[in-house]
């Protein structure tokens, strides 16, 4: 899995305005003090990793372990991808 | 995108006694004598409740251009008019009945015949609740209530949906009722949101309302937008006699948060206009000049 590309998939799906993939740190929190993402953000990265990846994520608890950082998101996506 | 000026909630005021009060008088007294008693009351509310007054005359002054002292009295019929909504709320519990005109249900029926899931949007104009009495989908459909209303609030609210087919989920800070919306739309079903609070996000979207700028918060839009096939609907439900509601019922055109929330300004700016005196967000919604 590519981080850049991951990174490149978050901005445009959150429609973050001012961010480029290298303000993102690969082990940085997504959620609070990292990125600053909130709880509509975790949504639609529910959303993304759906369409990009055809993952549907089983409840709040796996959304949480999964968004932690790019990373994780990376290791994630790259364990349960179905395209 | 900046975060709005005002945390306030729309909390419903009251006691529980008093609202169960309301409910047992409404049983046996006209509704008509209490709007009239309402008349009165309404005037110490508006002194004593100095920070919505203030924000209401600020809406006429700005919004409307009203001049300084007719300003005060379209405050007051402002306040009459939400005193009698919230007694017609008390009023239905009570098992008391209004005439309610609905136009644009076909939407909802077609909304209902599709597989995907329905977001309807709405604000705090009018008599939203009033909605879940004659819009009936054939989908479960899910409403969020505010965590911080009174339990007994709640448990009223949550019963009388529930009476009527509508579901609930209670907003809180959690992650959970999050996960259940994408729950709720993956499974084709119909969502109704405020989209004048906050909700899950503290971002805003800026759009013209009325002529001039506000900042509506992003959370409902985003939601709207997340799934492309998504239907938007907006509702608004609004008192047109002492005994009678209008129910509207819009489709909302766009393809992201943006552009719903553009879309949503277009019709909260029709029916502002045609009910200036049923807009019951009491703090200062518009960016100042």
Redesign the interface.
Same mark, same amino acid.
């Given at each position: 899995m590519n981080n850049e590309l991951l990174k490149q998939q978050i901005i445009e799906a959150l #429609?973050l305005e001012d961010i480029t993939p290298a303000d993102i740190q690969d082990d940085a929190p997504l959620f609070g003090e990292g990125l600053g993402l $909130?709880?509509? $953000?975790?949504?639609?990265l529910?959303?993304l990793l759906e369409k990009q990846y055809g993952i549907?994520l089983q #409840?709040?608890e796996e959304?949480?372990q999964v968004f932690q950082s790019v990373n994780k998101m990376a290791e994630y996506i790259e364990q349960h991808r179905t395209k | 995108m900046k975060e709005p000026a005002s945390k306030w909630q729309g909390k419903t005021d009251g006691l529980p006694w008093m609202h169960r009060s309301l409910v047992w008088m409404l049983r046996y007294i006209p509704v008509d004598v209490i709007y009239a008693v309402m008349d009165v009351v309404i005037v110490f509310y508006m002194l004593f409740s100095r920070s919505y007054t203030k924000a209401s005359y600020h809406y006429f002054r700005t919004i409307h251009r009203k001049r300084p002292i007719p300003a005060v009295g379209h405050v007051y019929l402002l306040f009459r008019q939400f005193g009698q909504v919230v007694i017609d709320r008390f009023a239905v519990y009570a098992g008391k009945q209004f005439e309610i005109e609905l136009e644009g249900n076909e939407l909802v029926v077609e909304a209902m015949k599709k597989e995907e899931g329905c977001v309807m949007l709405s604000s705090h104009v009018g008599n939203y609740e009033m909605a879940g009495y004659v819009l009936r989908p054939t989908k479960p459909m899910y409403a969020i209530m505010f965590g911080g209303e009174k339990q007994f609030v709640l448990e009223n609210r949550k019963r009388e949906l529930e009476r009527n087919g509508i579901r609930t989920i209670v907003s809180d800070d959690?992650?959970?009722y !999050?996960?259940s919306?994408?729950q709720i739309l993956?499974e084709g079903n119909m969502l109704t949101l405020f989209a004048d609070r906050n909700? *899950?996000?503290?971002?805003t979207i800026r759009a013209t309302i009325l002529g001039k700028e506000a900042n509506l918060p992003? *959370?409902p839009f +985003?939601?709207a937008g !997340?799934?492309e096939h998504t239907t938007v609907l907006c509702a608004f439900v609004m008192k047109e006699t002492k005994h009678k509601y209008h129910v509207y019922v819009r489709q909302l055109k766009g393809n992201? +948060?943006q552009s719903y929330a553009r879309a949503f300004a277009d019709e909260l700016t029709g029916v502002i206009n045609k009910y200036p005196h049923q807009w019951y967000n009491f703090f200062e919604f518009w960016e100042k000049d």
């Amino acid at each position: 899995m590519n981080n850049e590309l991951l990174k490149q998939q978050i901005i445009e799906a959150l #429609n973050l305005e001012d961010i480029t993939p290298a303000d993102i740190q690969d082990d940085a929190p997504l959620f609070g003090e990292g990125l600053g993402l $909130d709880s509509i $953000d975790a949504l639609e990265l529910f959303v993304l990793l759906e369409k990009q990846y055809g993952i549907k994520l089983q #409840n709040k608890e796996e959304g949480k372990q999964v968004f932690q950082s790019v990373n994780k998101m990376a290791e994630y996506i790259e364990q349960h991808r179905t395209k | 995108m900046k975060e709005p000026a005002s945390k306030w909630q729309g909390k419903t005021d009251g006691l529980p006694w008093m609202h169960r009060s309301l409910v047992w008088m409404l049983r046996y007294i006209p509704v008509d004598v209490i709007y009239a008693v309402m008349d009165v009351v309404i005037v110490f509310y508006m002194l004593f409740s100095r920070s919505y007054t203030k924000a209401s005359y600020h809406y006429f002054r700005t919004i409307h251009r009203k001049r300084p002292i007719p300003a005060v009295g379209h405050v007051y019929l402002l306040f009459r008019q939400f005193g009698q909504v919230v007694i017609d709320r008390f009023a239905v519990y009570a098992g008391k009945q209004f005439e309610i005109e609905l136009e644009g249900n076909e939407l909802v029926v077609e909304a209902m015949k599709k597989e995907e899931g329905c977001v309807m949007l709405s604000s705090h104009v009018g008599n939203y609740e009033m909605a879940g009495y004659v819009l009936r989908p054939t989908k479960p459909m899910y409403a969020i209530m505010f965590g911080g209303e009174k339990q007994f609030v709640l448990e009223n609210r949550k019963r009388e949906l529930e009476r009527n087919g509508i579901r609930t989920i209670v907003s809180d800070d959690e992650w959970s009722y !999050l996960y259940s919306i994408h729950q709720i739309l993956q499974e084709g079903n119909m969502l109704t949101l405020f989209a004048d609070r906050n909700f *899950g996000s503290p971002k805003t979207i800026r759009a013209t309302i009325l002529g001039k700028e506000a900042n509506l918060p992003r *959370g409902p839009f +985003a939601v709207a937008g !997340l799934y492309e096939h998504t239907t938007v609907l907006c509702a608004f439900v609004m008192k047109e006699t002492k005994h009678k509601y209008h129910v509207y019922v819009r489709q909302l055109k766009g393809n992201n +948060a943006q552009s719903y929330a553009r879309a949503f300004a277009d019709e909260l700016t029709g029916v502002i206009n045609k009910y200036p005196h049923q807009w019951y967000n009491f703090f200062e919604f518009w960016e100042k000049d």
